[in-house]
């Protein structure tokens, strides 16, 4: 699976901004895909995931500002919808796509990981 991340940028304190993660594979075929941020010395942290079942799981830090979504037309995108956004949410955004395979009573989990896109907020 790849995966291909964009619409970061700049944005304005309190402005919105989209991510969008184009997979090359159908998403609904894999497990989760998420959405992860990076700052320089600082782990990669969560930020939103969505399961093929279409349960949402939030960072306490984005709740009710972003959401995660996929397009159920086309079927290989996931997005970010960002508002409301503070400088608190600069960063590198990843894009993961997480598959289970289990197989002969050994379940494996393979990651998937876009090459990031940078969203810079002024103040």
């Known amino acids: 699976v790849q995966l291909q991340a964009s619409g970061g940028g700049l944005v304005q304190a309190g402005g919105s901004l989209r991510l969008s993660c184009a997979a090359t594979e159908w998403i609904f075929s894999l497990d989760l895909m998420g959405w992860y941020r990076q700052t320089p010395g600082k782990q990669r942290e969560l930020v939103a995931t969505?399961?093929?079942?279409?349960?949402?799981?939030y960072a306490d830090s984005v709740k009710g500002r972003f959401s995660i979504s996929r397009d159920n037309a086309n079927r290989n995108t996931v997005y970010l919808q960002m508002n409301s956004v503070g400088p608190e949410d600069t960063a590198v955004y990843y894009c993961?796509?997480?598959?289970?395979?289990?197989?002969?009573?050994?379940?494996?989990?393979?990651?998937?990981w876009g090459q990031g896109t940078k969203v810079t907020v002024s103040s």
């Open positions: 969505i399961t093929s079942g279409g349960a949402r799981n």
């Open positions: 993961k796509a997480l598959r289970v395979v289990v197989s002969g009573g050994t379940t494996r989990e393979y990651d998937y």
